[in-house]
């Protein structure tokens, strides 16, 4: 009923809840089918609300019986929630409902997973567990009893009891439902302690099933390091005597910021050097250290509506980023943070889904959490910093801690410490809350009687709902160098707030080549008329390392995009260049390893589009086969001497130092299996003691066309870790030659471990088909066919992983007529389906626009 004519939330129709929760105290009695959930919670009238329907959220909740101060009552009961009689004063609700968690498989509220119970609560998650005002800006003390003959019964906050099949918790932090946790299960853990800044002990554990005790080494590690940087980097203590981590097998999203017990995808907090890569142990450390920073950028202050998500997401995000940087790398996270932008986020913010970081309007609010919101939203924090300075940057978040702990707060909130403590006015800035597209910037130079300048013109393209922009913030980072390779002008940050606006440097010895947008300083699409020997030259001498990594990129893509359309051999410059670059020593491995890489599939096919040339999925994979063969012969034998000589012999350790020689190692045994035919990758197969190498070594044998009795073997190894299967899945598709991936992806989901319910398992098979730019675009259209049956199938069962993965089909206006008629029709078959989910309608009805 309620999902034939799906209902529109808008921000400015932002209204404060009638009453305020004073406190709420809930019992469960765990059954699988049938757990009762009884809730007593005291409102009071809210003083700064002026309408007082009593209306509480509760959707597929069976309710047993309502009181209101004692006495029953009836309410009125639709799908969405429930509306009683309240009175004008303070008063008791108590209610008892019935659910159903085995037969949870959306994986929100309260479900099973492996014989465990737990808990998914964000965005609206907590009204699939009892009836309440689930919204963030509804705050409370909870006291929870959990009943049930389970060895291990947590919740929120800290123990205050327990004995045999009960457990009692208590957080004496005020949050909003969001936030509610719960797990039961057979789980061990993982013990150490924390003693924060002002002395307090903290008991950590990370739980999990018996059988994964072996990987929470590193978890536990990397929950002491981001508790140690919150407290030195933001001075941000943690505050209760317990921190507990769960890891859950099944789950829709990466973890869960829930106060005092996190809950994580186990993806995203197991590893162990055996069954995870290097790039698993840092995504790991990451994902650790943005739900733990998220206690006070998420619990502490909190959203006032789903509307401001950014408010915690953008800026949890950008404290995970600067956390990665300080214990790794921080140009190599810098340009890891880009790729992932331009990967993920600038085609949503360019096409059907693109919407503000702050969104004006949603039908269901699991699909924004994006890319947009999360990654756009860290950079606009970024740019942020980068124009008051570190200095006043770190005021301000003071100012927001001490000012807003314990509440909901908006963008405006946000913005406000900043403008009292630099005297800025930002309303200007805001725009890049407001405003979705990605600007592009247009740059000329122009140099006469030795004074230089730069003259910038931005544009944003129309959006849907935007078809007018204006001129956004920029802060430009630019630096020149002289023609000797001599830096003239240092790093200087240039303010750009007009549509069109130059800047001068005089007084120059020389003309200069510039080094524009240094260290990315604003998430925009540079626009110059660049030459390749210039691009070269900036390659050779950019004392940024951001932008070095970007000569070289340009160059990389400019000859790409000219080999997908036409028959132009690899360029000279970018392989010259690309071989000195490995030669240089004093460059860190993890550096040269991405200098190896090239811009994906799909970002070329935006490019190209971009340039109003339509792209051949087909032309683009043969293009980058060319050039990575091109990049072989040029380095010839220095590739066998680099392999050799970023070997690790030491013990394996995922640190940021054994982890670059390894992606490096990894990166030019790719190229030499084009080479030596896949002898010196069977090698490494067969010797290989961790998981990065075994990867590496498979990825190139399935590449080159080989590997069958490897992948054999290692299924065997491995058949009883779900984690390393998800793997196993994920490489035959992503390594599949294009006209091989849909079938290889078919044949895989008849494999009897394709366990379609479990979001991992489904995201291995199909994020990997989708990843495969040309085989999924195969031209018969069989992909598109195969995804669309899928979503089909998972849809009535799990709605938020069946919308998220409708992104697939984000771009497919940039293809050709023929393509562009395929996807309509597996778009329509989607949208037509009966009962389709609020997710997945929305979702398809903005893509199909
Ligand atoms: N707050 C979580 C995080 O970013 C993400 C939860 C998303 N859940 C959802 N159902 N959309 O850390
Ligand atoms: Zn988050």
């Given at each position: 009923m309620r999902d034939a004519a799906p209902e529109t939330v808008y921000l400015k129709d932002y209204k404060p809840f009638g009453y305020v929760v004073d406190s709420v105290?809930?019992?469960?009695?765990?059954?699988?089918?049938?757990?009762?959930?009884?809730?007593?919670?005291?409102?009071?009238?809210?003083?700064?609300?002026?309408?007082?329907?009593?209306?509480?959220?509760?959707?597929?909740?069976?309710?047993?019986?309502?009181?209101?101060?004692?006495?029953?009552?009836?309410?009125?009961?639709?799908?969405?929630?429930?509306?009683?009689?309240?009175?004008?004063?303070?008063?008791?609700?108590?209610?008892?409902?019935?659910?159903?968690?085995?037969?949870?498989?959306?994986?929100?509220?309260?479900?099973?997973s492996n014989g465990m119970?737990?808990?998914?609560?964000?965005?609206?998650?907590?009204?699939?567990?009892?009836?309440?005002?689930?919204?963030?800006?509804?705050?409370?003390?909870?006291?929870?009893?959990?009943?049930?003959?389970?060895?291990?019964?947590?919740?929120?906050?800290?123990?205050?009891?327990?004995?045999?099949?009960?457990?009692?918790?208590?957080?004496?932090?005020?949050?909003?439902?969001?936030?509610?946790?719960?797990?039961?299960?057979?789980?061990v853990a993982t013990e150490d302690s924390f003693p924060t800044i002002s002395g307090q002990e903290v008991a950590l554990k990370l739980w999990v099933r018996p059988g994964d005790e072996h990987k929470t080494a590193f978890g536990m590690e990397a929950l002491k390091k981001s508790m140690k940087w919150d407290e030195d980097s933001y001075g941000r203590e943690y505050d209760l005597k317990v921190f507990n981590i769960v890891a859950v097998d099944d789950f829709n999203m990466g973890a869960m910021e829930n106060k005092g017990l996190n809950i994580f995808n186990s993806s995203c907090v197991l590893a162990s050097p055996d069954t995870s890569t290097d790039m698993n142990f840092e995504r790991i450390e990451a994902i650790i250290a943005h739900e733990y920073f998220h206690n006070w950028t998420g619990d502490r202050i909190t959203c006032r509506d789903w509307f401001q998500l950014c408010l915690k997401e953008g800026l949890t995000v950008f404290r995970d980023s600067q956390f990665t940087a300080d214990m790794r790398s921080a140009p190599v996270k810098r340009i890891h943070d880009v790729i992932d932008l331009r990967t993920r986020q600038f085609p949503e913010d360019n096409g059907p889904l693109s919407h503000p970081v702050r969104p004006e309007s949603f039908q269901e609010i699991n699909n924004f959490y994006t890319a947009t919101v999360y990654e756009k939203g860290a950079e606009v924090i970024g740019m942020l910093k980068r124009l008051v300075g570190d200095a006043a940057y770190a005021e301000a978040l003071d100012l927001y801690f001490a000012r807003h702990d314990g509440q909901a707060c908006t963008i405006e909130d946000w913005l406000k410490v900043f403008e009292d403590v630099t005297g800025r006015d930002l309303t200007q800035f805001k725009r890049w809350y407001s405003q979705s597209g990605t600007p592009r910037v247009k740059v000329t130079e122009d140099w006469a009687d030795g004074t230089y300048t730069l003259s910038f013109e931005q544009t944003t393209l129309p959006t849907p709902g935007q078809p007018e922009k204006l001129p956004q913030v920029l802060p430009i980072a630019v630096g020149l160098i002289g023609p000797n390779g001599d830096e003239l002008l240092e790093?200087?940050?240039?303010?750009?707030?007009?549509?069109?606006?130059?800047?001068?440097?005089?007084?120059?010895?020389?003309?200069?080549?510039?080094?524009?947008?240094?260290?990315?300083?604003?998430?925009?699409?540079?626009?110059?008329?660049?030459?390749?020997?210039?691009?070269?030259?900036?390659?050779?001498?950019?004392?940024?390392?951001?932008?070095?990594?970007?000569?070289?990129?340009?160059?990389?893509?400019?000859?790409?995009?000219?080999?997908?359309?036409?028959?132009?051999?690899?360029?000279?410059?970018?392989?010259?260049?690309?071989?000195?670059?490995?030669?240089?020593?004093?460059?860190?491995?993890?550096?040269?390893?991405?200098?190896?890489?090239?811009?994906?599939?799909?970002?070329?096919?935006?490019?190209?589009?971009?340039?109003?040339?339509?792209?051949?999925?087909?032309?683009?994979?043969?293009?980058?086969?060319?050039?990575?063969?091109?990049?072989?012969?040029?380095?010839?034998?220095?590739?066998?001497?680099?392999?050799?000589?970023?070997?690790?012999?030491?013990?394996?350790?995922?640190?940021?130092?054994?982890?670059?020689?390894?992606?490096?190692?990894?990166?030019?045994l790719r190229l030499i299996t084009r080479r030596d035919g896949g002898a010196r990758a069977s090698a490494l197969y067969a010797a290989a003691d961790n998981m990065t190498l075994t990867l590496t070594a498979l990825s190139c044998l399935l590449q080159a066309g080989q590997g069958g009795a490897e992948l054999a073997a290692f299924y065997d190894k491995w058949k009883d870790d779900r984690l390393v299967i998800d793997k196993w899945?994920?490489?035959?598709?992503?390594?599949?030659?294009?006209?091989?991936?849909?079938?290889?992806?078919?044949?895989?989901?008849?494999?009897?471990?394709?366990?379609?319910?479990?979001?991992?398992?489904?995201?291995?098979?199909?994020g990997a088909l989708s990843a495969n730019h040309a085989g999924f675009h195969d031209a018969t259209g069989a992909g598109y066919q195969l995804l669309a049956d899928w979503l089909i199938r998972l849809d009535p069962l799990n709605p938020q992983t069946t919308a998220r993965m409708c992104t697939a089909f984000q771009t497919w206006k940039r293809y050709d007529p023929a393509r562009q008629a395929k996807i309509a029709v597996e778009l329509d078959r989607i949208a037509t389906t009966p009962d389709l989910s609020r997710d997945t309608s929305e979702m398809i009805s903005r893509i199909r626009g």
């Amino acid at each position: 009923m309620r999902d034939a004519a799906p209902e529109t939330v808008y921000l400015k129709d932002y209204k404060p809840f009638g009453y305020v929760v004073d406190s709420v105290h809930l019992t469960f009695d765990l059954a699988p089918n049938a757990t009762r959930v009884t809730s007593r919670i005291a409102f009071s009238p809210n003083p700064e609300a002026e309408d007082r329907t009593f209306f509480l959220f509760g959707e597929k909740l069976k309710l047993i019986r309502a009181t209101i101060d004692g006495k029953d009552i009836t309410p009125e009961i639709t799908p969405e929630g429930l509306t009683a009689a309240a009175p004008d004063a303070p008063f008791i609700w108590e209610a008892e409902v019935e659910i159903d968690p085995a037969g949870n498989t959306a994986l929100e509220g309260l479900y099973m997973s492996n014989g465990m119970y737990c808990t998914q609560c964000e965005a609206e998650g907590f009204r699939k567990i009892t009836y309440y005002p689930d919204r963030p800006d509804v705050m409370s003390v909870f006291t929870v009893r959990i009943n049930g003959d389970l060895p291990v019964l947590l919740s929120n906050g800290n123990p205050t009891g327990q004995g045999e099949g009960w457990a009692e918790w208590h957080d004496p932090w005020p949050k909003p439902s969001y936030l509610f946790a719960l797990v039961a299960g057979d789980l061990v853990a993982t013990e150490d302690s924390f003693p924060t800044i002002s002395g307090q002990e903290v008991a950590l554990k990370l739980w999990v099933r018996p059988g994964d005790e072996h990987k929470t080494a590193f978890g536990m590690e990397a929950l002491k390091k981001s508790m140690k940087w919150d407290e030195d980097s933001y001075g941000r203590e943690y505050d209760l005597k317990v921190f507990n981590i769960v890891a859950v097998d099944d789950f829709n999203m990466g973890a869960m910021e829930n106060k005092g017990l996190n809950i994580f995808n186990s993806s995203c907090v197991l590893a162990s050097p055996d069954t995870s890569t290097d790039m698993n142990f840092e995504r790991i450390e990451a994902i650790i250290a943005h739900e733990y920073f998220h206690n006070w950028t998420g619990d502490r202050i909190t959203c006032r509506d789903w509307f401001q998500l950014c408010l915690k997401e953008g800026l949890t995000v950008f404290r995970d980023s600067q956390f990665t940087a300080d214990m790794r790398s921080a140009p190599v996270k810098r340009i890891h943070d880009v790729i992932d932008l331009r990967t993920r986020q600038f085609p949503e913010d360019n096409g059907p889904l693109s919407h503000p970081v702050r969104p004006e309007s949603f039908q269901e609010i699991n699909n924004f959490y994006t890319a947009t919101v999360y990654e756009k939203g860290a950079e606009v924090i970024g740019m942020l910093k980068r124009l008051v300075g570190d200095a006043a940057y770190a005021e301000a978040l003071d100012l927001y801690f001490a000012r807003h702990d314990g509440q909901a707060c908006t963008i405006e909130d946000w913005l406000k410490v900043f403008e009292d403590v630099t005297g800025r006015d930002l309303t200007q800035f805001k725009r890049w809350y407001s405003q979705s597209g990605t600007p592009r910037v247009k740059v000329t130079e122009d140099w006469a009687d030795g004074t230089y300048t730069l003259s910038f013109e931005q544009t944003t393209l129309p959006t849907p709902g935007q078809p007018e922009k204006l001129p956004q913030v920029l802060p430009i980072a630019v630096g020149l160098i002289g023609p000797n390779g001599d830096e003239l002008l240092e790093t200087t940050v240039l303010e750009m707030t007009e549509a069109k606006q130059s800047f001068s440097f005089d007084g120059l010895p020389a003309r200069p080549v510039p080094s524009i947008l240094r260290g990315f300083s604003a998430p925009v699409i540079l626009e110059r008329e660049s030459t390749n020997s210039e691009r070269a030259f900036l390659l050779a001498h950019d004392t940024d390392p951001f932008n070095r990594w970007e000569a070289g990129r340009a160059l990389a893509q400019d000859t790409l995009l000219k080999m997908a359309t036409g028959t132009t051999d690899p360029d000279a410059d970018y392989l010259d260049g690309l071989r000195a670059l490995m030669r240089d020593e004093t460059l860190d491995p993890a550096y040269r390893a991405l200098m190896l890489g090239l811009p994906g599939q799909a970002e070329l096919a935006g490019l190209l589009a971009d340039r109003g040339v339509t792209p051949d999925p087909m032309a683009i994979w043969q293009a980058v086969e060319h050039l990575r063969d091109a990049q072989a012969q040029a380095l010839g034998p220095l590739l066998e001497e680099l392999y050799e000589a970023n070997q690790v012999t030491d013990p394996y350790q995922p640190d940021a130092e054994q982890s670059g020689k390894r992606a490096l190692a990894g990166a030019l045994l790719r190229l030499i299996t084009r080479r030596d035919g896949g002898a010196r990758a069977s090698a490494l197969y067969a010797a290989a003691d961790n998981m990065t190498l075994t990867l590496t070594a498979l990825s190139c044998l399935l590449q080159a066309g080989q590997g069958g009795a490897e992948l054999a073997a290692f299924y065997d190894k491995w058949k009883d870790d779900r984690l390393v299967i998800d793997k196993w899945f994920m490489l035959q598709i992503a390594e599949a030659a294009p006209e091989r991936a849909v079938s290889v992806a078919q044949a895989l989901t008849e494999h009897p471990d394709f366990n379609w319910r479990n979001p991992n398992r489904f995201r291995a098979v199909f994020g990997a088909l989708s990843a495969n730019h040309a085989g999924f675009h195969d031209a018969t259209g069989a992909g598109y066919q195969l995804l669309a049956d899928w979503l089909i199938r998972l849809d009535p069962l799990n709605p938020q992983t069946t919308a998220r993965m409708c992104t697939a089909f984000q771009t497919w206006k940039r293809y050709d007529p023929a393509r562009q008629a395929k996807i309509a029709v597996e778009l329509d078959r989607i949208a037509t389906t009966p009962d389709l989910s609020r997710d997945t309608s929305e979702m398809i009805s903005r893509i199909r626009g």
